[in-house]
């Protein structure tokens, strides 16, 4: 019998969810994501060194000696995503994601310029834009600013996406893809509730089956990448979904698994469903999100955590440089 990952790839896109080259290079996914948190990590691997080192200097040097360590800092954390990304694409066969600084998530026009810039580096190396996915928070104005890049054929990945409202403001906004985290869904439904979930009645997997069957129900062309997972059970009660974005410890347990895996999710059968449309204007949008405190929380939590792991890795490159020019002689 094929194991999970080998059936789940029958039916489902799989993306590694990792900035680690190895892991990529062990799995053979179609697709790779990352995200701030998961950079910072990388970042301080001793295998990956030298590709921040080289990517500090190259800031140092566009910015000249009269600049901060700490704009060299911030420049460099841009540029080291795309510099992985640009890694991760002599691996994987898809797609990229890169991410616009957490801390724009509220900034229409701050985050259509800095994905612009992203894109505009990407060009310069020669990778197409149908490889790189700009990844926006799933805020209104991470919509807006999505709205504007995919005219310019710029494809966007929402993340950060909890709740039906905002799942229907990504679509209607035109966006390439949407990542709902199922595993954030459920740590707030465990913590709130002091129950545990299984399978179907995980809260995280009802989240993202409710998404998926709407928008093949009526037709969107944005597809579904369900993120975020705790445990392998919540991957395979998804099994249909457009892609999963996994984990290397998860893809391994699932490589090393054998066991049936039936189709859970079907865009046919949710064609035929009785599923009440829902026109989301800013008006609606703010008031089911309002009325959506797991949604409410983990938006506003989750943007915290990365705009945090961004100030971290900025105070750990400013460290790096710091390092790096002591051993630089002084030249007259």
Wanted: charged letters at 25%; aromatic letters at 6%.
């Amino acid at each position: 019998m094929p194991n999970l990952l080998e059936q789940l790839r029958k039916f489902t896109v799989v993306v590694a969810d990792t900035g680690d080259l190895e892991a990529m290079e062990k799995f053979h996914p179609q697709d790779a994501t990352t995200n701030p948190s998961l950079i910072t990590t990388v970042a301080q691997m001793p295998q990956y060194q030298p590709v921040v080192d080289g990517v500090i200097m190259d800031a140092r040097k566009e910015l000249g000696e009269g600049a901060t360590d700490q704009a060299v800092a911030n420049l460099a954390f841009q540029r080291l995503a795309i510099a992985f990304g640009k890694k991760i694409l002599a691996i994987v066969p898809g797609r990229v994601s890169t991410e616009v600084d957490a801390r724009l998530s509220y900034d229409t026009e701050a985050s259509i310029k800095q994905a612009r810039s992203i894109i505009a580096q990407y060009d310069a190396a020669g990778i197409g834009r149908d490889h790189v996915l700009i990844k926006l928070a799933s805020t209104w104005e991470g919509f807006r600013a999505a709205e504007v890049l995919e005219k310019e054929n710029i494809h966007c990945n929402m993340t950060l996406l909890f709740g039906i409202h905002q799942a229907i403001a990504a679509a209607d906004a035109g966006v390439t893809l949407i990542s709902p985290f199922v595993g954030r869904i459920l740590d707030w439904y465990k913590k709130d509730t002091g129950k545990d979930y299984q399978g179907a009645d995980d809260p995280g997997v009802q989240s993202v089956t409710r998404i998926y069957n709407y928008f093949k129900k009526f037709g969107y062309k944005t597809v579904v990448m369900g993120a975020s997972f705790r445990n392998i059970g919540e991957i395979t009660e998804l099994a249909g979904c457009d892609l999963l974005t996994i984990s290397p410890q998860f893809l391994g347990e699932l490589e090393s698994t054998q066991a049936d895996l039936p189709r859970k999710l079907d865009p046919e059968k949710a064609k035929t469903m009785q599923i009440e449309k829902i026109v989301v204007d800013k008006a609606t949008y703010d008031r089911m999100h309002a009325a959506d405190p797991m949604a409410s929380d983990k938006l506003k939590e989750g943007i915290e955590g990365f705009s945090a792991a961004l100030v971290k890795l900025e105070t750990l490159l400013a460290k790096r440089l710091a390092e790096l020019e002591s051993r630089t002689p002084a030249t007259v």
